[in-house]
């Protein structure tokens, strides 16, 4: 519980009070667990990499589950149970043979990356999941409506959880709530130009990786999923609002294969509701021609808008097909002169506003006539077109909730559109031969790391975990890679800094409005060495070398090989919740070791505000970064990943699991199931981001991904109750 103590006793007692509602409601651990994963880490303040705060929630969940004992003998058998078994037997063979040295060795490296720790830091993720599924299938046998009404409300919470980071990491939630300019928010949420990519609250992503991509490609879809259950309105749109936080955090990654495998996904997710409906579509397919024709004129449409007269433009045409579908789809017995009149006044209204854009435009320059009339074209256009689609639907019948749906998915596509075509998509796409040609000789190395003539290697992998000690081992030579250790001198203990591109980090809480004063003991090996400080807004990532909004100074040694004190004095206007933490950045820039002794900060008002600055804690309340270089820590790529950890029985287990999760969900579907809805297009975004990218490095996305593997494979036909089930085994006997 050390790894609480920054913000400590608040978790200890949020803790405290999940434990006493688990013990009397065991079935809220399926709201907790998948709401909290997004958000519950604060790795990035107190440096613990191996046990963060949502292993404290999965730890404490299994322990009472399993102290309840609800896993019950009597309930039905699932299927392809042997696999279940297969899987563990595998995995645990490939954990064991890093794991089982810790016995023997008892201290945790300073870099947890380059040891045997690291299979403990990523092993766990499979193992969580591994235990969690048995008691999610029970409830879903037990009591299914209810079961599946709280995992859709984790789900739901989960993404509102996510999208909300994300506008505050991308400083759009600061402008919201800033009230300073009207266009300031907007612009923020709509900045497809920035460099920035997303990181969420995923500490693993201090050395790159697919932790959030992993996240938002494999949960996103079971969202999309619940639109088509039947929900109330209030249920509907807060599923909606999910959707819509993971489609535009999808965006913001401004990840390549990310947008392809959740349009993959959607794809899927046409064609499974389609296979399974393709009774009814054989008497209407060729009616819903015409108002997906429309929705498509719609989406071209608002896209025009918005290239030509801004975000204004675009959220006013968004509007005015909206209120012009719904106004007709309600217009039951109105005459042809007070729908005209309606149309009228929406096309004014929406001419105005576009108008308006037009002329406070930064990328175009219009006089009032050019933009009236450029108004009065779109303004016409995307109202005309509105009518015409609520006329289209309410002659086809189509339910007022599916027209919902369509419209909302056509403003997210007109949002996704925007962003392809932004300078910084361009630039991405521009990059796919040179980042694909980096990608394939990455793989050509990694794939030179197995050990040679080595049947145990062949067979079950180097060990969960080795991949970056691995890299380390063969490349130290030719790379500079992060080196750094607490090691003693004279009975203290010392920092020893090696000179690379990592960054070590300590997130502060600064009064406002203070004068401060920096002070670091450290011994240099040559007078020409340097250690760079900086204080900074930074989350997690940097996306440039030389953010503006930094303080930044360099201590230069006077000797050689003496332990001298240096100071720096600046004056800092704090830290707002709105915006990214104030953090302290020591980089050795040189080319030799430096070591420090000592790192304090002290404020006018007396306080001080570093924690564990003469390491006495080791790295505790400490993290290092990498802000650009992430390839020594990820294979970036799902197979190349699983065959050099857990060898060919790793890989063929995995295939296996596939191939028998997409049987049981045809079978399901041809039994007239709606849940491959959720399951075969999630599992295809994740096989499509595999295949650039490796999600399984990181613990928490890993039992988020194994959660649904287990629950797409052994998903329990929940239209037969447990007790109908009870009932036909009572008959046989």
Not at 92 to 102: E, G, I, M, T
Not at 387 to 408: D, E, F, P, S, W
């Amino acid at each position: 519980m050390a790894s609480v103590h920054v913000f400590a006793p608040v978790p200890l007692v949020l803790l405290g009070l999940y434990l006493g509602v688990l013990a009397y409601y065991p079935k809220a651990w399926l709201v907790a667990v998948p709401a909290l994963l997004p958000i519950l880490d604060l790795s990035l303040w107190t440096g613990n990499l191996l046990y963060n705060e949502y292993d404290i929630l999965l730890s404490a969940t299994l322990a009472v589950l399993y102290w309840r004992k609800d896993v019950e003998e009597q309930l039905p058998s699932p299927p392809y149970r042997w696999l279940y078994w297969v899987l563990l037997a595998a995995f645990s063979a490939s954990f064991l043979q890093n794991v089982w040295p810790l016995f023997q060795d008892t201290v945790q490296p300073d870099d947890i990356y380059q040891g045997n720790w690291n299979s403990l830091r990523l092993g766990k993720g499979f193992f969580y999941a591994w235990l969690l599924w048995p008691f999610m299938r029970r409830e879903l046998l037990v009591s299914p409506e209810r079961s599946q009404r709280l995992l859709a409300t984790g789900i739901v919470a989960s993404l509102w959880v996510f999208g909300l980071l994300v506008l505050w990491e991308r400083h759009v939630l600061g402008a919201l709530l800033s009230f300073h300019d009207r266009y300031e928010a907007l612009s923020a949420f709509l900045d497809f130009a920035s460099t920035y990519r997303i990181t969420g609250w995923f500490t693993d992503m201090h050395v790159g990786g697919e932790a959030v991509d992993g996240y938002l490609v494999s949960l996103t879809p079971l969202a999309v999923y619940l639109l088509t259950r039947p929900l109330r309105p209030l249920a509907f749109n807060a599923v909606l609002l999910a959707v819509g936080a993971g489609f535009y955090a999808i965006i913001v990654t401004f990840t390549r294969t990310t947008i392809a495998s959740f349009s993959l996904s959607m794809l899927v997710t046409l064609i499974v509701f389609l296979v399974g409906r393709r009774q009814t579509l054989k008497k209407t397919g060729t009616a819903l021609a015409a108002p997906l024709l429309l929705l498509a004129v719609g989406l071209f449409g608002l896209v025009l808008g918005f290239k030509m007269a801004g975000y204004q433009a675009l959220l006013v045409g968004l509007l005015a097909v909206v209120a012009a579908t719904l106004c007709t789809y309600y217009a039951v017995g109105w005459g042809w002169v007070w729908q005209v009149l309606a149309g009228l006044a929406l096309a004014g209204l929406a001419a105005w506003g576009i108008s308006d854009s037009a002329l406070e435009s930064k990328w175009h320059t219009y006089t009032e006539a050019e933009a009236l009339r450029l108004a009065v074209l779109l303004a016409v256009a995307q109202v005309g077109l509105g009518l015409l689609l609520g006329r289209t639907a309410r002659k086809l019948a189509i339910a007022l909730k599916n027209l919902q749906v369509a419209l909302i998915f056509v403003g997210l596509f007109a949002l996704l559109a925007i962003g392809m075509s932004s300078e910084r998509f361009e630039e991405r796409f521009a990059q796919v031969g040179n980042d694909l040609s980096t990608r394939e000789q990455h793989w050509q190395q990694m794939l030179s790391f197995r050990t040679p003539d080595s049947l145990s290697s062949l067979l079950i992998g180097e060990g969960i975990g080795t991949i970056p000690s691995l890299f380390y081992q063969n490349t130290l030579l030719t790379r500079r890679l992060p080196d750094f250790h607490v090691a003693e001198d004279s009975g203290q203990p010392v920092l020893l800094l090696g000179p690379s591109d990592m960054t070590l980090i300590q997130k502060l809480i600064l009064p406002p409005h203070q004068h401060y004063q920096l002070t670091v003991t450290a011994r240099f090996k040559s007078i020409s060495e340097s250690l760079g400080l900086r204080v900074c807004k930074k989350h997690i990532l940097f996306s440039d070398h030389y953010p503006p909004s930094c303080l930044d100074t360099a201590f230069k040694p006077a000797q050689a090989d003496r332990w001298e004190t240096f100071h720096w004095e600046f004056d800092h206007a704090g830290h707002s919740l709105l915006d990214w933490p104030t953090t302290l950045i020591i980089h050795n820039s040189g080319v030799l070791p430096v070591a420090i002794r000592a790192v304090a900060l002290d404020g006018s008002n007396g306080e001080h505000y570093i924690r564990n600055g003469q390491f006495a804690d080791k790295l505790q309340s400490w993290l290092w970064t990498i802000d650009f270089d992430h390839l020594p820590w990820h294979s970036k790529q799902l197979f190349i990943h699983l065959w050099l950890e857990q060898g060919w029985v790793g890989v063929g287990v995995f295939v296996v699991l596939v191939v028998l999760v997409c049987r049981r969900q045809l079978g399901l579907l041809a039994k007239g199931e709606t849940v491959p809805l959720a399951f075969l297009p999630a599992l295809a975004a994740v096989l499509l981001e595999g295949l650039t990218g490796t999600m399984l490095d990181a613990p928490r996305v890993s039992t988020q991904i194994y959660l649904i593997l287990f629950a797409a494979l052994q998903w329990p036909e929940v239209d037969r109750p447990l007790k109908q089930a009870k009932r036909q085994r009572l008959t046989r006997r």
